[in-house]
């Protein structure tokens, strides 16, 4: 089974410029979450769906951070205007419903703002 | 609030048992779950307790004691490629399907 695929794997760009990280999740999964991860800040849950709809936004840290899910295979993270502060791992991940299944995450974004 | 506190490291040596604690403060409990990362590469699920004792999966098993809101992954015959992060999490009370994450513990294992 293909795993949750994340799409780049390494992103380097400058300060200012638009970022958009994308993300498709296991078939059949009906919640997907968005993290980032920093050694200062840990693992941090920035939004998550379920069903396509977004459920809880509020660790987006800003409203220059965005999340869609236009359909149940796919979801953009976009970044606009992109700072140095914003340079993480960003990973996704997905699940189904049930209150013993676990999340499984894809290999992340390295993200770098110069 | 909900928090969770783990060590941030542990040290122990190859082929020996190491126990990794983790206390929870939450305003509801749903269950504890333990997840393992390796430098560079993605959380992967480890195991869940729902209810009080003891999980076993091979090599590696995890306790959960509800009265004590206190959990532990237990890791035996360690193996240099144990060496990872190891985090705990809760479900959070306001959504079964959203997690609340400890800091992690690196675990350093030494030959």
């Known amino acids: 089974d293909a795993g949750v695929i994340q799409s780049p794997r390494h992103e380097v760009t400058e300060m200012g410029q638009e970022v958009t990280l994308r993300c498709k999740p296991i078939?059949?999964?009906?919640?997907l979450f968005w993290y980032r991860q920093t050694m200062m800040r840990g693992l941090e849950l920035l939004i998550y769906?379920?069903?396509?709809?977004?459920?809880?936004d509020s660790g987006m840290p800003e409203d220059r951070f965005s999340a869609k899910m236009p359909n149940a295979s796919f979801s953009t993270l976009k970044i606009q205007p992109s700072e140095p502060r914003d340079s993480a791992v960003y990973f996704c991940?997905?699940?189904?419903?049930?209150?013993?299944?676990?999340?499984?995450f894809g290999d992340g974004t390295r993200l770098s703002i110069l | 609030g909900q928090s969770l506190e783990q060590p941030s490291e542990v040290t122990a040596v190859e082929g020996a048992i190491v126990q990794i604690n983790c206390t929870y403060q939450?305003?509801?409990?749903?269950?504890l779950s333990w997840y393992q990362q390796h430098d560079g590469g993605a959380p992967t699920f480890l195991s869940y307790?729902?209810l009080d004792g003891l999980e076993e999966t091979g090599r590696f098993s995890s306790f959960l004691s509800r009265s004590d809101s206190y959990g532990y992954l237990l890791l035996q015959e360690l193996q240099m490629k144990d060496s990872a992060s190891y985090f705990c999490?809760?479900?959070?009370?306001?959504?079964?399907?959203?997690?609340?994450w400890g800091a992690g513990t690196k675990l350093i294992i030494k030959p």
């Open positions: 991940a997905s699940m189904t419903g049930g209150k013993n299944q676990p999340q499984h």
């Open positions: 078939s059949g999964h009906d919640y």
């Open positions: 769906f379920n069903n396509n709809v977004p459920i809880d």
């Open positions: 939450t305003s509801g409990f749903y269950g």
């Open positions: 307790n729902a």
């Open positions: 999490a809760v479900r959070s009370p306001d959504s079964n399907y959203q997690l609340i």
